[in-house]
């Protein structure tokens, strides 16, 4: 596609319930990574995909945050048991070579 | 670890010139980006730098001092579509090509 596409814009979610987003990356790019943004705050890393393998999860915020991209391309975050604290926007990008083109988010309202 | 720093907020008037700081602090370097986001938008990527100097694009130019850890994103002949938060990042040379963002400075261009 022409750009990184995230779906949904917009989640509302009970507490406790279990969400997944998903994000669909520029074709042909490689890196994958997914961030979550709070309010006013700059994007903060969670984790990175190189193809199909995750090597890098240091960011993910504790073991209700799992994400997958099992062919290389399209990717899903998903977040067990919500918390009202995981509120704040998703945002992925994907890249080829140098910089990170941005989706434009998922924003996650935990209620 | 990496602490990045930029001012939280600063204002300008149409046509003005305006700069942007960012200091940083990094287990290693391997450059340092500048992006754009509107509220609500996806951050756009503005400019990279990787060594010392001054990259120019159109009304946007970024500087670099890796001696000092230093950045600054200038923008020129300022335009109300100008208003929007400005991330500084950098990529340090672990975590594969992770990149760590600043907090982001709002900017708010006035007539």
């Known amino acids: 596609g022409a750009g990184v596409s995230q779906s949904p814009r917009y989640k509302v979610a009970k507490r406790g319930q279990d969400v997944a987003l998903r994000c669909d990356p520029i074709s042909g790019h490689v890196s994958l990574f997914w961030y979550q943004q709070a309010l006013g705050q700059g994007p903060e890393f969670l984790t990175y995909f190189q193809n199909e393998a995750q090597l890098d999860k240091s960011g993910l915020p504790s073991d209700r945050f799992f994400a997958e991209r099992p062919e290389g391309s399209v990717s899903t975050l998903k977040i067990q048991r919500t918390q009202q604290e995981d509120s704040a926007v998703y945002l992925c990008a994907s890249s080829l070579e140098r910089e990170a083109f941005f989706g434009q988010g998922t924003r996650l309202t935990v209620v | 670890g990496q602490n990045i720093d930029q001012p939280t907020e600063m204002t300008a008037t149409e046509g003005a010139i305006v700069q942007i700081n960012c200091t940083y602090q990094t287990s290693g370097f391997n450059g340092l980006f500048w992006y754009q986001q509107h509220a609500g938008e996806a951050p756009t990527f503005l400019s990279y730098?990787?060594?010392?100097g001054l990259e120019e694009k159109g009304r946007f130019s970024s500087f670099l001092s890796r001696s000092k850890g230093y950045s600054y994103l200038l923008l020129k002949e300022l335009q109300m579509k100008d208003s929007a938060s400005y991330l500084c990042a950098v990529r340090g040379n672990t975590g594969f090509q992770k990149l760590v963002f600043g907090t982001g400075t709002r900017l708010l261009v006035s007539p």
């Open positions: 730098n990787v060594l010392d």
